[in-house]
């Protein structure tokens, strides 16, 4: 890419286009704070096209057959893995996350369109033995309509994949709202799939003022279903305008997620993929681990080794040589963080922060640990949504459980053990949508992925996030 940044359209019926008006937004480059682009600003004229668009790329989509669905859905995917370059660089440039991070998201979200492409072949309708004779009873799965898709800017590509590959999968049409801090990658997305065959107005892409469009969209009757990734306020409010339409929602919302690292962990291990976890898309992750629950007798030996890994991270622009952190999103999520640090220092906490320096422009933070925590920390309550982890201690595992159960989220957690009984304790005893032990691959697309509790509600990942698209209806009919 040159360092001419593109401007990012609106897709509509097929089309790209500017905003009715023209109205755009500024787009930056996260490390330096350069104006990189600009994005359309979707009027309500333009919704209201998008949803009239919609609706016919629906009818057009939903006419295929299964297989000609997947058939368009893998040529997307591979158009992705032949792009995954060239979108990578865009994306670095615009999120600010490492260039091998980035394209690694593309390729993953390849994976995630084929594996709804295939699913979607296996949507079979059922015939329910019947009670009375000469009756038939078929159970169809058909696609639930017009889905409106929100998606945040921590991962621009992946997020978005994983909603269009369900929703399209199981036959529905989808208008995708995408990040305004990062749109040009999400565009390149839709445009994989328009270079695939999709039929016109079977995607669509709008961006704009976040609220405006969501109210818009919710309430439009040609939306039949929402899907939203992203904070917990927004989610609750999202859902409530939802439930006053009838309209099913699955929500994928924030998390605080307790790591429980006992005595008998292989600690290398443990320090090497926790921070790993930890520092990937410099923390902005909704389910890198946050609270670390050490068991005391290894608490100063963890804590050593994840310090060295964390010196060890290359900060600076993600698009360069051999960088392991890039900056944050935005200047306002450095401003939460340190926030977030000022409040723990002032409550008795102790900061230690990696040795790196950091570049003298741009949204970078560093690597932080808050040591000696305590709950009147905001840090102890609130998604910290960075490069920053909180160390406790403990003796007795039931006490590491109460705290990895006190907070409202519910999304994932983590635990470092050898021993086989403490990983099925803990499997059950933790709250939360997913536990991964000794290990952080919690995101192929085959298991469900989602939270339960404050974290949201519905899955992104397996069968049943296909079938999440679809609604069930019984056809019941007497042959007399
Ligand atoms: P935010 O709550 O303002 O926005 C989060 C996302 O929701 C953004 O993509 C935004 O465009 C969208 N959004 C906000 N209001 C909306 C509305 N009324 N209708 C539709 N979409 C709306 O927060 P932010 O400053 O962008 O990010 C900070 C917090 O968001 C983080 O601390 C984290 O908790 C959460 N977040 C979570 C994820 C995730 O993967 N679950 C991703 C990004 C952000």
């Known amino acids: 890419m040159s360092d001419e940044f593109l401007n990012v359209q609106l897709l509509i019926s097929g089309k790209w286009r500017d905003a009715e008006g023209g ?59 032949e792009r995954a370059q060239s979108i990578g660089r865009i994306m670095s440039r615009e999120q600010g996350k490492p260039l ?27 015939l329910i033995p019947p ?18 898709a929100f998606t945040p800017w921590n991962f621009p590509i992946n997020q978005i994949a994983r909603k269009l590959g369900a929703a399209l999968g199981a036959g529905c049409a989808v208008i995708v709202k995408a990040p305004e801090d990062t749109p040009a990658s999400p565009a390149e997305l839709l445009r994989a799939f328009l270079d695939a065959g999709v039929p016109e107005g079977a995607v669509s892409l709008v961006y704009g003022d976040p609220a405006e469009i969501s109210e818009y969209l919710i309430a439009h009757q040609v939306v039949r279903k929402i899907s939203f990734t992203g904070s917990t ?40 993929r926790l921070s790993a976890a930890k520092f990937r898309n410099a923390g902005q992750v909704c389910i890198a681990p946050t609270r670390f629950l ?14 060295a890994r964390m010196n060890s991270l290359k900060i600076g622009r993600g698009v360069d040589d051999g960088v392991t952190l890039g900056p944050l999103v935005n200047p306002r999520r450095v401003k939460a963080l340190q926030e977030l640090v000022e409040d723990a220092r002032a409550k ?90 000794n290990h952080h691959g919690i995101g192929v697309p085959e ?17 049943e996030a296909l079938r999440a698209h679809t609604i069930l209806k019984l056809v019941s009919s007497q042959h007399v």
Request: glycine share 10%; aromatic share 6%; net charge negative.
């Open 447 to 463: 298991v469900p992925f989602g939270g339960i509790k404050d974290s949201g509600y519905g899955t992104e990942g397996g069968p």
């Open 233 to 272: 306020p927004v989610g609750k409010h999202l859902a409530s305008l939802a439930g006053a339409q009838m309209k099913p929602v699955t929500m994928e919302l924030g998390g605080h997620a307790p790591v429980i690292v006992c005595a008998d962990a292989d600690l290398d291990v443990a320090a090497e």
């Open 131 to 148: 009670r009375v004779r000469h009756v038939e009873q078929r159970v169809l799965h058909r696609p639930v309509g017009v889905v409106a």
């Open 100 to 126: 091998e991070q980035a394209i690694l998201e593309i390729k993953g979200a390849a994976g995630v369109i084929d594996y709804f492409g295939e699913e979607g072949r296996r949507l079979n309708d059922v």
């Open 23 to 81: 109205r755009t937004l500024p787009v930056q480059d996260p490390a330096t704070g350069e104006e990189i682009g600009k994005v359309a600003h979707a009027s309500k004229a333009d919704l209201a096209q998008a949803a009239e668009g919609a609706a016919k790329g629906f009818d057009a989509w939903r006419a295929l057959t299964a297989w000609d669905r997947f058939v368009i859905m893998r040529k997307a995917a591979d158009l992705l893995r």
């Open 348 to 437: 008795g906490g102790k900061i230690w922060q990696a040795e790196t320096p950091l570049p003298n422009e741009g949204c970078f933070f560093p690597p932080t640990l808050v040591l000696d925590p305590n709950l009147s920390m905001r840090v102890m309550q609130e998604e910290p949504f960075g490069p920053l982890a909180i160390v406790s201690e403990f003796t007795d595992l039931a006490d590491a459980v109460k705290e990895a159960n006190r907070l409202p989220y519910g999304l994932a957690a983590y635990a470092y053990t050898r021993n086989e009984r403490t990983q099925r304790l803990l499997g059950e005893a933790v709250e939360a949508g997913m536990v991964a032990i």
């Open 294 to 307: 050490l068991e005391k007798s290894i608490a100063p030996a963890f804590v050593e080794k994840f310090q």
